[in-house]
Nanobody, 127 residues
Framework: QVQLVESGGGLVQAGGSLRLSCAGSGPNFSSYTMGWFRQVPGKEREFVAAISARGSITRSADAVKGRFAISRENAKNRMYLQMNSLKLEDTAVYYC????????????????????WGQGTQVTVSS
């Protein structure tokens, strides 16, 4: 069992930056593919980015490519999402998630790949 807690969300102006953190508990954090998803009311939770167990392979959604960067520090059981050049449409609740089956994310990660979820952190981008 893994418990995940996100932090770092908040209110930011368009064009600004935020860094989200995900703190994981349990001994197997470093063996899991990890990911970030986001959700707005009335819409499906969508994939944002994923990173392999060792951090050498990443995936990101087209909507955030070139603006967001995912990373992890296994020694600290931490994962991060650096978000730059934020847009209004990035406003959402952001969730971190762990995939206990895979050490490397699929080419097209999906919500059903991930077994453990955090409670989410709100990111609001204002004009």
């Amino acid at each position: 069992q893994v418990q995940l807690v996100e932090s770092g969300g908040g209110l930011v102006q368009a064009g600004g930056s935020l860094r989200l953190s995900c703190a994981g508990s349990g001994p197997n954090f470093s063996s899991y593919t990890m990911g970030w998803f986001r959700q707005v009311p009335g819409k499906e939770r969508e994939f944002v980015a994923a990173i392999s167990a060792r951090g050498s392979i990443t995936r990101s959604a087209d909507a955030v490519k070139g603006r967001f960067a995912i990373s992890r520090e296994n020694a600290k059981n931490r994962m991060y999402l650096q978000m730059n050049s934020l847009k209004l449409e990035d406003t959402a609740v952001y969730y971190c998630a762990a995939d206990r089956e895979r050490r490397t994310p699929r080419d097209d990660p999906r919500r059903s790949d991930f077994d453990y979820w955090g409670q989410g952190t709100q990111v609001t981008v204002s004009s």
